[in-house]
């Protein structure tokens, strides 16, 4: 029997690169006041449509690109952050771009 081997590791706990590939891409879109209310006033940018980001990373991300990263809100993250998947059209954007700075 063969197995499928991956071709490539979307370990997102070692990668990291959709959270710091563009300060317009952790934007707010169809969260409620609510699910706002719960993230962190000192991660949100100061035009409250988005998440803060410094040179493109958002403020929320731990860690150190390529090794070892986390979402420090997490359980409140904003919706585009939900639904980008490993292995997709962002995800693989992200991941090439951050491939020309970083070793994944
Ligand atoms: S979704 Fe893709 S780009 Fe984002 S952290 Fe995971 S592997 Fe990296
Ligand atoms: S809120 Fe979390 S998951 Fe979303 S871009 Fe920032 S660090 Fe990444």
Redesign the pocket.
């Known amino acids: 029997m063969t197995l499928a081997v991956p071709t490539e590791d979307f370990d997102c706990q070692s990668c990291?690169a959709?959270?710091s590939y563009s300060e317009d891409?952790?934007r707010f879109s169809l969260e409620t006041d609510e699910e706002l209310d719960r993230i962190p006033a000192e991660?949100v940018s100061a035009d409250l449509g988005g998440?803060r980001c410094e040179d493109n990373r958002?403020?929320?991300?731990?860690g150190k690109l390529g090794v070892h990263v986390g979402?420090?809100?997490?359980a409140v993250?904003?919706i585009?952050?939900r639904t980008c998947m490993p292995g997709d059209d962002e995800c693989l954007m992200a991941r090439h771009k951050l491939s020309q700075k970083v070793l994944l």
Do not use: E, F, T
């Open positions: 990291g959709c959270c891409w952790p991660y998440m958002c403020s929320a991300l731990d979402c420090k809100i997490y993250r904003p585009v952050c």
